[in-house]
């Protein structure tokens, strides 16, 4: 069997491989402790469950319209208005399976071969292969960790080039957790429009932010970059939703409608009481969320610190979503049993057999001289995990 070239233009997701290790290892009663978690590790609230199997029990079983169920379109409507300041009709809005699905739509209509994509490294490691399955090129441009990964206008202004089609912006960041400030975002806005590029504003962790942050959407600032931005998010993150799949996005009819018949000929609507539920998490008490951030922040606070008392690694202090990014290249060149630790990769293999911790190496992100950790795990797990951490760091030698 011969397959499809562009199958091999992509790789599979970098936590699989560990994923799968520590599968193994836990089954062989071993103790690991993992940090590898890409979802929040509390239960999607009841109230949201509920509306679920009311939505079973009415029979709301079958097919709905492609881009989704009118009420949840409103209530995405409202949601976008409450809290981004964004205006837009149901026509220009579409329900898919995941952001990361509503991401894959936006990329089948717009990209064809000989199109750059602009990626702010470190990044979130579906985008480039996104980009790669619809023939078009990443162009991944690295954030300084001085400027808390956070592209300037005059980094992204080198990159751009009569190719560059789409700017892909994600704040908070998966890996780094860092955001950007509404005046940063301006800065970037006006730089877009005057070059006329496109924009995907990835906003799944909007509400996992900490210390009174706020996130504001770009397309929020003035007409002409709402004309360019194709806003996501979804229910993943903020209500704990991972496995029901309801990601969304919203931007210009034209571009939407385009993406709503792509999704129409692949998986048409989303499924159905999943559609019911979200609903009900977006119009319900967001009241839950409160108690999450204070869970987060405290994880949040302990593991920088941890990180920051190993000699030689840096960790910045991240202002939302849960994940920490350190830079552990002050342990590359170091050894363990005669082998030598050159990247991330060989330190994330260290760390799982040595010291009984699984984390994701940066290579994945675009990073390599760093680490991804989850802090989707109790405060437990955390203070065993960083106790073997730093005494796995110590033992390490020239
Ligand atoms: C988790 C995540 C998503 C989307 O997840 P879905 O479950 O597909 O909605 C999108 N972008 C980033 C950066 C993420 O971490």
Known sequence: MKLAERVKRIKPSPTIEIDSKVKQMKADGIDVIGFGAGEPDFDTPDFIKEAAITALRQGKTKYTPVGGINELKDAIREKLKRDNDLSYSREEILVSAGAKHSLYNACQALLEAGDEVIIPAPYW??????????????????????????????????????????????????????????????????????????????????????????QASIASFNPQIRELTLTFNGASK?????????????????????MTKIQGQVTSNINTPTQWASVEALNGSQDFLKGWLIEFKKRRDFIVKAFNSIPGVTCTNPQGAFYVFPNVSAMFGKKYSGKTIKGSDDLATYLLEKALVAIVPGSGFGADRHIRLSYATSMENICKGMERITKAFKELSY
């Open 125 to 214: 490691v579906s985008y480039p292969d996104q980009v790669l399955l619809n023939d078009a090129k990443p162009i991944i441009v690295p954030t300084r960790e001085e400027n808390g990964f956070r592209l300037t206008p005059q980094e992204l202004e080198k990159a751009i080039t009569k190719k560059t089609k789409v700017f892909i912006l994600n704040s908070p960041s998966n890996p780094t957790g860092s955001a950007y400030s509404r005046k940063e975002l301006e800065g970037l806005a006006e730089l877009l429009v005057q070059k006329n590029i496109l924009c995907f504003a990835d906003e799944i962790y909007e509400k996992v932010v900490y210390d009174g942050f706020h």
């Open 238 to 258: 903020a209500y704990s939703m991972t496995g029901w799949r309801m990601g969304y996005a919203a931007g210009t009819k034209e571009l939407v409608q385009a």
